[in-house]
């Protein structure tokens, strides 16, 4: 399945970095074999975001349940690896999933790997039939990152661009609830501008004239702010929101593209993986295919949000990186390119 291993493996996969719980296994000889997520969206949603403290009660109650039914599903008594992430993401919810992880490798006696959340992510791709060969552009686009990234190999990433102020997937969400949609705001955003004229407003594309390859989204969502509140002093908010909702997201998406495009061509880079929850998007898929003239990959759209798909598979990969459980690790922050190929001990970030 993910090329040759002297034993085939089934790997745990655990996922708290934020406000889903996603646990999964991975056979390295059939594939994934078992999923499920839970999804706190609910639980948040009255508070327009994330409460972390909340989220990593949650955690708590749901993670082990979790780990019972898709070991159920699987029809495994237990794994011969787990895989759990250890950072990026909320502190006190990572420690739900590191702790338990560890907890159960020390019980069962099976190694553990820590997982960065952006490369699982980034691998999510690899859960699928038509799963890209390196090299690759990556585009990660999430609600805490924006990143186009040379990938040459497993571990071996240039970040070639970054965002200087707000991750794609949060200037959705700040333009949602501009336009009093709930949370999250990307999915219920999509939906709003299909009803809509994307060309009702000219918003900027930010960067995308500049030379570079980094992102910033703060003017743009300032711009939906201004256009909102011009909207409501005339009294045709209501007859604009899906027309705003259209333009904001065809110049993010024009802003996404653009920028992929020119990291392509500057890389001579021939395949672009999508991936991260604002992987989810319709309209980047459709319009990346259009523009762009090698090929595509994304995930299947449930692993383009938070799973525990992606972290099982990212850790069978990085198997020679397992260790014995005896470090509980949780880092609110890690940046992706100080990871090295598996076998190399990964940084601490
Ligand atoms: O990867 P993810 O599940 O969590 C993080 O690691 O951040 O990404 C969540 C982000 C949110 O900002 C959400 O609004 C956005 O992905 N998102 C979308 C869509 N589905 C999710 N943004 C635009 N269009 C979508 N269809
Ligand atoms: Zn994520």
Not at 283 to 292: P, T, V
Not at 338 to 344: A, I, N, Q
Request: charged residues 20%.
């Amino acid at each position: 399945m993910l090329g040759y291993y002297p034993v085939p493996m089934n790997v745990l996969g655990i996922e708290t970095s934020c406000d889903e719980t996603g646990v999964a296994v991975f056979s390295t000889e059939h594939g994934l074999i078992a999923d499920a997520l839970h999804s706190q969206v609910d639980l948040h949603a009255m508070y327009g975001g994330v409460v972390p403290e909340i989220a990593s009660r949650d955690h708590v109650r749901c993670l082990l349940p979790l780990v019972v039914q898709v070991l159920r599903d699987a029809g495994i008594e237990r794994p011969d690896a787990i895989a759990y992430t250890a950072g990026p993401g909320l502190v006190g919810a990572l420690m739900v999933g590191s702790g338990m992880a560890n907890g159960l490798g020390l019980s069962w006696g099976c190694p553990v790997v820590a997982v960065h959340h952006m490369e699982g992510h980034l691998l999510a791709p690899m859960l699928e039939d038509d799963a890209p060969d390196y090299p690759f552009l990556a585009l990660l686009v999430s609600g805490g990152h924006t990143m186009l990234i040379a990938v040459a190999g497993l571990g071996r990433y240039a970040v070639l661009g970054t965002t200087l102020d707000d991750a794609v997937g949060e200037a959705f969400d700040k333009t949602a609830k501009l336009l009093g949609l709930g949370y999250p705001g990307g999915p219920a955003l999509a939906a709003l501008a299909e009803e809509g004229d994307d060309t009702a407003f000219d918003l900027p594309r930010p960067m995308l004239q500049r030379p570079g390859l980094d992102f910033s989204f703060s003017g743009l969502k300032t711009a939906v702010m201004l256009e909102v509140r011009k909207t409501r002093d005339c009294g045709s908010f209501d007859a604009q929101r899906a027309n705003l909702a259209a333009s904001f997201q065809r110049a993010a998406v024009d802003t996404l593209v653009g920028k992929s495009l020119q990291a392509a061509r500057r890389e001579s880079l021939e395949r672009i993986v999508i991936a991260g929850g604002v992987g989810a998007n319709k309209l980047l898929r459709s319009e990346m295919a259009r523009r762009f003239d090698g090929q595509v990959h994304y995930p299947r759209m449930q692993f383009c949000t938070d799973n525990g798909a992606m972290i099982a598979v990212a850790g069978a990969l990085r198997l020679a990186d397992a260790g014995s459980c005896d470090e509980i690790r949780a880092q609110a922050r890690w940046a992706l390119d100080t990871l090295g190929p598996p076998g190399v001990t990964p940084a601490t970030g």
